[in-house]
């Protein structure tokens, strides 16, 4: 099984700021890596997918990047909607979650 | 506009069955892959399970190999979980999502989640 492992599991910020998430595979996953963002009380949201591809109606300021064993969501400039927790999975082989980044507002 | 909606979780007894039931809707069923995940509340997600197109091919998470059955059918628009030997970690909000075509890696459609809680 594949263990992915995300940093910071805690990440505070303020509006305007630009953050990073990590996430690392226990082995190589090449580029099938997909982020959500999760909000209280809501299902999951798909984000980006193949490590890099951003999602219908996902806005341009969050990006996503790596291959192999390490990817990283970048937000640019964090937006009220955007503190949520944030989880990587990774498709190559049976699916599986890192164990999320909850975004705090500063 | 797709919708998912699950149904089914309530309280049940550990060692105890229950059927979780997922219907959908604004897609053809019989054309796409189908997944359960579950997270235990305030915690992380963790995939159960993937269905094919026809219900010919099953896949599960380790953990509940062999207590878990994952099936379709596509006339009802519908996809369930049987879950026999109910244990308390398998206390989760239980979520039914959309696959593709040719797979299910990753789900853009999810539903709304049921609320599985076993406990004596």
């Known amino acids: 099984d594949i263990q992915m492992t995300q940093s910071p599991p805690t990440l505070s910020a303020s509006v305007g700021d630009r953050v990073t998430i990590t996430c690392r595979a226990s082995q190589s996953i090449s580029s099938r890596l997909a982020w959500y963002q999760q909000r209280p009380g809501k299902a999951p949201k798909l984000l980006i997918y193949?490590?890099?591809t951003l999602d219908s109606g996902v806005p341009s300021r969050l990006s996503g990047s790596g291959s192999g064993t390490e990817f990283t969501l970048t937000i640019a400039s964090l937006q009220p909607d955007d503190f949520a927790t944030y989880y990587c999975q990774q498709y190559n082989s049976n699916p599986s979650f890192g164990q999320g980044t909850k975004l705090e507002i500063k | 506009e797709v919708q998912v909606v699950e149904s089914g979780g309530t309280l049940v007894q550990p060692g105890g069955s229950l059927r979780l039931s997922c219907a959908v809707s604004g897609f053809t069923l019989s054309d796409i892959w189908m997944t359960w995940v579950r997270q235990i509340p305030g915690k992380g997600l963790e995939w159960v399970a993937n269905?094919?197109?026809?219900?010919?091919?099953?896949y599960y998470v380790d953990s509940v190999k062999g207590r878990f059955t994952i099936s379709r059918d596509n006339a009802k628009n519908s996809l369930y979980l049987q879950i026999n030997g109910l244990r308390v970690e398998d206390t989760a909000i239980y979520y039914c999502?959309?696959?593709?075509?040719?797979?299910?890696?990753?789900?853009?459609?999810w539903g709304q989640g049921t609320l599985l809680t076993v406990s004596s």
């Open positions: 193949e490590a890099s």
């Open positions: 269905i094919n197109r026809d219900g010919s091919e099953t």
């Open positions: 999502a959309r696959g593709g075509y040719y797979t299910s890696w990753y789900w853009r459609s």
